[in-house]
């Protein structure tokens, strides 16, 4: 969804246009977006089947462990409240389903600590049930599924010790069976599904952060230890490119937060490659974009928490500036969304308030609607309205405000404009003549 500020002026009775071409972006930006009900870090997005993105646990600056979840409608622009877990837990892992429910596993809280229990959310009646618990107890472990639909757990911290042990969920029986343990005890660290269908974990901390990767072969339940990692490191990212290679990014070593040259991981090779340094330091996020293209935002320096974004093309193995966030955030999440946006919420952050109910979306450039403001008319008793031009067949809406500070959700919703001819589309406003000045957006779906 691509959203334009299209600028009106009402001065003495006559309409008077502030611009009259409305420019597309030219370069990545962000759009500030309706914030969370309930303000978090450490806690879990998934995006649903549906388009919708479930937010899951956490906890507060006051390190409140939260049970709450909540919705983010891409169409409404909002949050809105679901069912509430069991069990309170931060450090946890949410997974998708086949089924299109969303399993929960582990974490931790302040009344059990490291957590076993695991759950299922059913995004058809907004429900929570209890599944089988986990074998081993853990917190800041990995979640991949596997081709076979079953969910690999490995590592993790277990009673403030890493683990190596790995269990396996079958969401058929809905019960946890031991596998395979890793060679390495590890938290912190990523795990990646490769093409083959094998998975990779990576670095992580275990006495200090660590190079060593290993992969889970599905077919033996067994790991075996491939090339290491030039700079051992823990608290980075891990992203499947669309060439089958693994972009890590964003680490941090046990000694110092400096940004590390990012690595590319050759799963025929099995070996690391240095690629291009980026800012961040420390647990950015990271999501691959529709273009191929890899979006790095937020994460800790030296500095603070980053607001900055970069973005990591394959093609050239550079980073460039990806616009810059409202707020710092670390401990955040970031979730590719059906209409090609990233959906940024909560975290971190070093100012008050230090835990964050904000989101934010970011809109590539290469994704960009150009919207083309054609002319504007006063009909009867004082309606307005407005005719653009954009791509023929476009589904677009529109909104209204006479206040360009307000989120998006406290704006008049205007409804669908009218495709009159191939690429000319028109709304209407009652309310325009109303107020000195209106603003709107136009979204394109």
């Given at each position: 969804?691509?959203?334009?500020?299209?600028?009106?002026?009402?001065?003495?009775?006559?309409?008077?246009?502030?611009?009259?071409?409305?420019?597309?972006?030219?370069?990545?930006?962000?759009?500030?977006?309706?914030?969370?009900?309930?303000?978090?870090?450490?806690?879990?997005?998934?995006?649903?089947?549906?388009?919708?993105?479930?937010?899951?646990?956490?906890?507060?600056?006051?390190?409140?462990?939260?049970?709450?979840?909540?919705?983010?409608?891409?169409?409404?622009?909002?949050w809105v409240a679901t069912g509430l877990q069991t069990d309170a837990r931060a450090y946890h892992t949410a997974t998708l389903l086949p089924s299109g429910q969303v399993l929960v596993a582990g974490g931790h809280n302040s009344t059990t600590g490291s957590l076993s229990s695991a759950e299922l959310y059913d995004p058809a009646t907004g429900t929570w049930t209890t599944t089988g618990a986990l074998n081993t107890a853990r917190e800041n472990h990995i979640a991949a599924l596997l081709p076979n639909g079953k969910v690999l757990v490995a590592g993790g911290m277990h009673d403030y010790s890493p683990s190596a042990s790995a269990e396996l969920y079958d969401p058929a029986t809905g019960?946890?069976?031991?596998?395979?343990?890793?060679?390495?005890?590890?938290?912190?660290?990523?795990?990646?599904?490769?093409?083959?269908?094998?998975?990779?974990?990576?670095?992580?901390?275990?006495?200090?952060?660590?190079?060593?990767?290993?992969?889970?072969?599905?077919?033996?339940?067994?790991?075996?230890?491939?090339?290491?990692?030039?700079?051992?490191?823990?608290?980075?990212?891990?992203?499947?490119?669309?060439?089958?290679?693994?972009?890590?990014?964003?680490?941090?070593?046990?000694?110092?937060?400096?940004?590390?040259?990012?690595?590319?991981?050759?799963?025929?090779?099995?070996?690391?490659?240095?690629?291009?340094?980026?800012?961040?330091?420390?647990?950015?996020?990271?999501?691959?974009?529709?273009?191929?293209?890899?979006?790095?935002?937020?994460?800790?320096?030296?500095?603070?928490?980053?607001?900055?974004?970069?973005?990591?093309?394959?093609?050239?193995?550079?980073?460039?500036?990806?616009?810059?966030?409202?707020?710092?955030?670390?401990?955040?999440?970031?979730?590719?969304?059906?209409?090609?946006?990233?959906?940024?919420?909560?975290?971190?952050?070093?100012?008050?308030?230090?835990?964050?109910?904000?989101?934010?979306?970011?809109?590539?450039?290469?994704?960009?609607?150009?919207?083309?403001?054609?002319?504007?008319?006063?009909?009867?008793?004082?309606?307005?309205?407005?005719?653009?031009?954009?791509?023929?067949?476009?589904?677009?809406?529109?909104?209204?405000?006479?206040?360009?500070?307000?989120?998006?959700?406290?704006?008049?919703?205007?409804?669908?404009?009218?495709?009159?001819?191939?690429?000319?589309?028109?709304?209407?406003?009652?309310?325009?003549?109303?107020?000195?000045?209106?603003?709107?957006?136009?979204?394109?779906?």
């Amino acid at each position: 969804m691509n959203n334009r500020h299209l600028p009106l002026a009402l001065a003495l009775g006559a309409l008077a246009l502030n611009s009259s071409v409305i420019h597309p972006a030219m370069a990545d930006s962000w759009v500030t977006n309706s914030p969370m009900i309930t303000a978090r870090e450490f806690h879990t997005a998934t995006l649903l089947p549906n388009g919708e993105v479930l937010a899951v646990g956490g906890e507060t600056g006051s390190q409140e462990y939260l049970s709450s979840a909540e919705l983010y409608d891409a169409v409404a622009v909002t949050w809105v409240a679901t069912g509430l877990q069991t069990d309170a837990r931060a450090y946890h892992t949410a997974t998708l389903l086949p089924s299109g429910q969303v399993l929960v596993a582990g974490g931790h809280n302040s009344t059990t600590g490291s957590l076993s229990s695991a759950e299922l959310y059913d995004p058809a009646t907004g429900t929570w049930t209890t599944t089988g618990a986990l074998n081993t107890a853990r917190e800041n472990h990995i979640a991949a599924l596997l081709p076979n639909g079953k969910v690999l757990v490995a590592g993790g911290m277990h009673d403030y010790s890493p683990s190596a042990s790995a269990e396996l969920y079958d969401p058929a029986t809905g019960t946890w069976s031991v596998t395979g343990a890793l060679n390495t005890g590890r938290y912190h660290h990523t795990a990646t599904v490769l093409s083959n269908g094998k998975v990779l974990v990576a670095g992580g901390w275990n006495n200090g952060s660590l190079s060593s990767a290993e992969l889970y072969d599905p077919a033996q339940g067994a790991w075996t230890e491939t090339g290491a990692l030039t700079n051992p490191q823990h608290y980075h990212t891990a992203t499947l490119l669309a060439n089958g290679r693994v972009l890590v990014a964003g680490g941090a070593s046990s000694t110092i937060i400096a940004p590390f040259s990012a690595e590319l991981y050759d799963p025929v090779a099995e070996t690391w490659t240095v690629t291009g340094t980026p800012n961040a330091a420390c647990e950015p996020t990271a999501t691959l974009l529709p273009s191929g293209k890899v979006l790095l935002a937020g994460g800790l320096a030296h500095g603070g928490f980053l607001s900055s974004a970069e973005l990591y093309d394959p093609a050239t193995g550079a980073w460039t500036g990806a616009g810059t966030m409202s707020s710092g955030r670390w401990q955040h999440t970031a979730t590719p969304l059906t209409n090609g946006r990233v959906l940024v919420a909560g975290g971190g952050s070093n100012t008050s308030p230090f835990c964050l109910s904000s989101s934010e979306l970011f809109d590539s450039a290469s994704g960009a609607v150009s919207f083309h403001l054609t002319s504007v008319a006063k009909l009867r008793e004082g309606t307005i309205q407005l005719t653009f031009s954009t791509t023929p067949g476009a589904k677009c809406t529109a909104l209204a405000t006479t206040n360009l500070a307000l989120p998006f959700s406290n704006w008049t919703a205007l409804g669908g404009a009218t495709e009159v001819s191939p690429g000319q589309f028109q709304f209407i406003d009652p309310q325009a003549t109303n107020s000195p000045q209106r603003f709107y957006v136009v979204r394109s779906q």
